[in-house]
């Protein structure tokens, strides 16, 4: 083999190992920091109906692009919730008032409540006020997110005094 196939046979191995080397740190760091997670533009539009949203909805995708709410048990009518109560884990007994239209729960500081535990991703779940009420939303968490037992795939209304599971946290949303 001439020089020439050699140093660019070495030029080739030495690229191939550096490609190699960021790929690795990328997984790293998606699974040390998780992956980047955009907050909604506040918007006063009512949100689009549940047929123009496609069934792969992002979990950040815009508000009026959400997918409209399953509904498990009805709660009273009129009914919202004010405040969060956590009933099971490291913060029980904890009190969170219900003030804005969002929040975010996760191990992220940023997060609104943040829940510290091996079984909660950096960005897990998110509560977003409805028209009816509060809706929880899984953000593609690993561990998942449980509202009275059942899985939540879907954006989906959470009645009174509801169990929701996030790790080893459970609370239920108040008047």
Not at 21 to 37: E, P, W
Not at 117 to 122: E, Q
């Amino acid at each position: 083999m001439s020089e020439l196939v050699l140093l660019v046979l070495r030029f080739g191995f030495l690229a191939l190992l550096w490609v190699f080397v960021f790929a690795i740190v990328y997984a790293l760091r998606t699974d040390l920091f998780g992956q980047r997670v955009r907050k909604l533009p506040a918007t006063d539009a009512a949100p689009a109906p549940a047929a123009s949203v496609p069934p792969a909805a992002s979990p950040v995708a815009s508000p009026a692009a959400r997918p409209a709410p399953s509904e498990p048990a009805s709660s009273a009518p009129g009914a919202i919730a004010t405040r969060l109560v956590i009933t099971a884990g490291a913060r029980e007994g904890m009190e969170i008032p219900l003030e804005g239209e969002e929040l975010t729960i996760g191990r992220a500081s940023e997060s609104g409540l943040v829940i510290r535990d091996d079984y909660t991703s950096t960005y897990h779940a998110r509560l977003l006020k409805w028209a009816e009420g509060w809706v929880v939303q899984d953000l593609d968490s690993t561990n998942g997110t449980y509202l009275d037992g059942k899985k939540v795939a879907v954006p989906t209304l959470v009645p009174l005094g509801t169990t929701v599971r996030i790790g080893t946290t459970s609370f239920e949303l108040r008047r």
